[in-house]
């Protein structure tokens, strides 16, 4: 009878380490992420790889993995990246905030506060993945004190959307204060045209 071997188990995943994360090819970098985003306790290592890391295909697997996490923790690790100067980084942070709304949700009112003008119009589209009494009230006050107009149509194009009768007087004043912009008055037109219909 001929020796047949048995199929030996599965290798348990090497724990991954700071090096493992941001060291070797992009390949195996990438290889180091998915693993890591698979054990328990990783965000910090993921956090951290994120702020070395600048291979597009190793930072979205980053950026996958925190967001599956979705915790209170990989959401702090990529907020910041909201306001890189890379557009692809902006995009793939905001994609990840809002694949991870519950975890993202505290950090949406201080963003549409942010100096940068950018970043509160990113910002805009959390809102959308928001309880509607929250994101009318953010968005609200956020259009009464808005001074650019890119952010404000942001602002109202989500509120076309979800918002409720309670924001009608923020669609008002900034329709008011942007009386010379024909394309945004149009806009809270469709708003409010939308929030009074049954």
Not at 22 to 33: C, F, H, K, L, N
Not at 65 to 81: D, K, W
Request: charged share 25%.
């Amino acid at each position: 009878m001929p020796l047949i071997r048995r199929p030996s188990p599965p290798s348990e995943p090497s724990a991954a380490t700071p090096a493992s994360l941001t060291e070797g090819t992009s390949d195996q970098r990438w290889a180091a992420v998915r693993a890591a985003a698979a054990q328990p306790g990783s965000i910090a290592l993921l956090a951290a790889a994120l702020t070395q890391e600048r291979d597009p295909r190793v930072l979205e697997a980053i950026f996958t993995g925190l967001a599956r996490a979705g915790t209170a923790e990989s959401a702090t690790a990529v907020v910041p990246f909201i306001r890189s100067e890379d557009a692809s980084l902006r995009a793939a942070a905001l994609d990840a905030l809002r694949a991870m709304p519950e975890a993202s949700r505290p950090h949406v009112a201080r963003l549409l506060a942010d100096p940068d003008a950018d970043v509160r119009l990113l910002s805009c589209e959390l809102a959308r993945g928001m309880p509607e009494s929250e994101a009318n009230r953010l968005l609200s006050d956020l259009l009464v004190r808005e001074t650019e107009k890119n952010v404000a149509a942001a602002a109202v194009e989500v509120l076309a959307e979800i918002g409720r009768p309670e924001a009608l007087p923020a669609l008002t004043r900034c329709a008011e204060r942007f009386a010379d912009d024909s394309f945004l008055a149009f806009s809270i037109k469709v708003a409010t045209d939308r929030i009074g219909s049954p």
